[in-house]
């Protein structure tokens, strides 16, 4: 199942992506602000369903947080602790 990554300047794409997948899955995790330093944060990941009110208005999602996501919840989970090194803890608001 294929994931998909969203990163600064992609925040159309990751709006429309969660528009067309409502029954999908995100981590949402923040970025170093250290210039040129893409590294996730551990401990800083947060997984939610794509159709989550944290992602309802019109900020830049992917201003400080880049994403990762896909349809397939275990799989998401998966990508996260493979390629963010962490496992991401759940939404209480929309618990994924
Ligand atoms: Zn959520």
């Known amino acids: 199942m294929p994931l998909l990554h969203f990163d600064t300047h992609e925040n159309d794409a990751f709006t429309s992506w969660i ?15 250290l210039v ?38 275990d799989s998401v989970i998966a990508g996260a602790e493979l390629l963010h090194r962490a496992t991401p803890r759940t939404c209480g608001a929309c618990t994924p």
């Open 19 to 33: 528009d067309d997948n409502p029954d999908g899955y995100v981590v949402n995790a923040i970025r170093s602000q």
């Open 36 to 73: 040129g330093d893409r590294t996730p944060v551990p401990n800083d990941h947060v997984l939610h369903r794509a159709s989550c009110r944290h992602f309802r208005d019109d900020r830049d999602y992917t201003g400080t947080r880049i994403k990762l996501a896909g349809i397939d919840h």
